[in-house]
Nanobody
Framework: QVQLVESGGGLVQAGDSLRLSCAAS????????MGWFRQDPGKEREFVAT????????YHADSVKGRFTISRDNAKNTVYLQVNSLKPEDTAVYYC????????????????????WGQGTQVTVSS
């Protein structure tokens, strides 16, 4: 079993940048496909980005494409989400998720497929 802890969120102004981190413990992160999701109170959970086990494939939601970038460092057991040009509508709790995966290149956009979730980190963007 893997434990996930997100960090890096905060209160920022529109146009600012943040780097969110998801640190894993308990198991080697390289065995897992990873994803970032977000949820604002009163709204459904929204897919943000996903990256394959080896980092060879990634995919970003249209709403963040060109502004957000997912990456991973398996040696450090950490996945990152670089978020640039933040907008007020990006305000949400951001969660990372992990799924054990045999396929090195599989990416997963559906939240229900993930087995493990972190506790989330709040990102608040003021206008």
């Amino acid at each position: 079993q893997v434990q996930l802890v997100e960090s890096g969120g905060g209160l920022v102004q529109a146009g600012d940048s943040l780097r969110l981190s998801c640190a894993a413990s308990g198991r080697t992160l390289g065995s897992y496909a990873m994803g970032w999701f977000r949820q604002d109170p009163g709204k459904e959970r929204e897919f943000v980005a996903t990256i394959s086990r080896n980092g060879g494939r990634s995919y970003h939601a249209d709403s963040v494409k060109g502004r957000f970038t997912i990456s991973r460092d398996n040696a450090k057991n950490t996945v990152y989400l670089q978020v640039n040009s933040l907008k007020p509508e990006d305000t949400a709790v951001y969660y990372c998720a992990a799924k054990p995966e045999q396929n090195l290149y599989r990416i997963i956009t559906v939240g229900d497929e993930y087995n493990y979730w972190g506790q989330g980190t709040q990102v608040t963007v003021s206008s």
